[in-house]
């Protein structure tokens, strides 16, 4: 098995705090933490942790923090042959605020300073032998070229809708699974009353074969075929929810590429991403998958 992915990729530096404190006011920080990050990045490193070949496709600078950010997703068997350097800018940082008690955070990020990858620089054979290609849509233009190469070739492209930006509904209309968070999903809805059910049957109808909208720690909405179905979330000691998104998105096509039914699909992705919550930063806590199989045995 074999993903492809093209999209963000980050240094997280990440903090813990008991609260916010007053403008002007110091505040001393209980732990500290340096992680690779971004969507597609860090569903990458879930799917090759899980035995999952993986390429990535973006860009770093040619400062530290590209430097580290190649080296995290190297380290995990990640190929990075797809990963343009750009000389003399800066790589996309991130700082991130969690709250002790509650585990959620607040993101304080800036994208990277050089020209986003283009369609001319991915490569032809980008596809070859891939089971599956992920996209964030950040780079718009070279992720819809690449959603309809696969279009093409016959490979399932699945979208992290995180934010409905310029050009995101183009690239929608690409793709055969749709995962977006409450935020997309409310964009979409507009002035109209949020309902996560209406909601995800409207996502579907752009020509996926399943839409999902992610709620947290409310769980999960889809529409797949006729069945539209909640999937709940799973409780756990909640230390950090950075990157719980990107590690269900990793699951999610874990369980495609596995032919498991769309329920098993969304409960194996749910209970994947709430393990990754018991440690601070994206990836440290991404669990095996005889941890993800043994914790849903016991919750049976």
Not at 129 to 134: G, V, Y
């Given at each position: 098995?074999?993903?492809?992915?093209?999209?963000?990729?980050?240094?997280?530096?990440?903090?813990?705090?008991?609260?916010?404190?007053?403008?002007?006011?110091?505040?001393?920080?209980?732990?500290?933490?340096?992680?690779?990050?971004?969507?597609?990045?860090?569903?990458?490193?879930?799917?090759?942790?899980l035995?999952?070949?993986?390429?990535?496709?973006?860009?770093?600078?040619?400062?530290?923090?590209?430097?580290?950010?190649s080296?995290?997703?190297?380290?995990?068997?990640v190929?990075?042959?797809?990963?343009?350097?750009?000389?003399?800018?800066?790589?996309?940082?991130?700082?991130?605020?969690?709250?002790?008690?509650?585990?959620?955070?607040?993101?304080?990020?800036?994208?990277?300073?050089?020209?986003?990858?283009?369609?001319?620089?991915?490569?032809?054979?980008?596809?070859d032998?891939?089971?599956?290609?992920?996209v964030?849509?950040?780079?718009?233009e070279?992720?819809?070229?690449?959603?309809?190469?696969?279009?093409?070739?016959?490979?399932?492209?699945?979208?992290?809708?995180?934010?409905?930006?310029?050009?995101?509904?183009e690239?929608?209309?690409?793709?055969?699974?749709?995962?977006?968070?409450?935020?997309?999903?409310?964009?979409?809805?507009?002035?109209?009353?949020?309902?996560?059910?209406?909601?995800?049957?409207?996502?579907?109808?752009?020509?996926?074969?399943?839409?999902?909208?992610?709620?947290?720690?409310k769980?999960?909405?889809?529409?797949?075929?006729?069945?539209?179905?909640?999937?709940?979330?799973?409780?756990?000691?909640?230390?950090?929810t950075?990157?719980?998104?990107?590690?269900?998105?990793?699951?999610?096509?874990?369980g495609?590429?596995?032919?498991?039914?769309?329920?098993?699909?969304?409960?194996?992705a749910?209970?994947?991403?709430?393990?990754?919550?018991?440690?601070?930063?994206?990836?440290?806590?991404?669990?095996?998958?005889?941890?993800?199989?043994?914790?849903?045995?016991?919750?049976?």
């Open positions: 098995m074999k993903v492809a992915g093209l999209g963000q990729c980050s240094l997280d530096h990440l903090f813990v705090i008991d609260s916010f404190p007053e403008p002007d006011t110091k505040k001393e920080v209980m732990k500290w933490a340096v992680s690779g990050g971004g969507p597609v990045a860090t569903a990458l490193v879930s799917l090759a942790r035995g999952v070949c993986c390429d990535f496709h973006g860009i770093v600078g040619d400062d530290e923090s590209g430097r580290k950010i080296e995290s997703l190297r380290a995990e068997d190929n990075i042959a797809g990963l343009l350097t750009r000389k003399k800018s800066d790589s996309q940082v991130a700082f991130i605020a969690v709250e002790k008690e509650s585990g959620k955070r607040t993101i304080f990020w800036k994208r990277p300073e050089a020209a986003p990858l283009s369609p001319l620089e991915l490569p032809d054979n980008f596809l032998d891939a089971d599956f290609l992920l964030d849509g950040l780079m718009t070279v992720s819809v070229y690449a959603a309809g190469k696969a279009k093409e070739k016959g490979v399932p492209v699945m979208l992290d809708a995180g934010r409905l930006r310029e050009g995101m509904m690239l929608v209309r690409l793709c055969d699974y749709v995962v977006a968070s409450e935020e997309f999903a409310k964009a979409l809805a507009g002035k109209g009353p949020f309902v996560p059910e209406d909601i995800v049957v409207r996502m579907k109808t752009f020509g996926a074969k399943a839409a999902t909208i992610t709620l947290g720690d769980g999960s909405m889809t529409a797949c075929g006729d069945e539209v179905f909640y999937t709940p979330a799973f409780r756990v000691d909640v230390v950090d950075t990157g719980a998104g990107d590690v269900f998105h990793g699951g999610y096509i874990y495609l590429l596995q032919k498991w039914d769309i329920r098993e699909v969304l409960r194996f749910s209970a994947f991403a709430a393990l990754k919550c018991r440690e601070l930063g994206g990836r440290k806590g991404i669990p095996t998958l005889n941890e993800v199989v043994a914790f849903l045995k016991d919750y049976d």
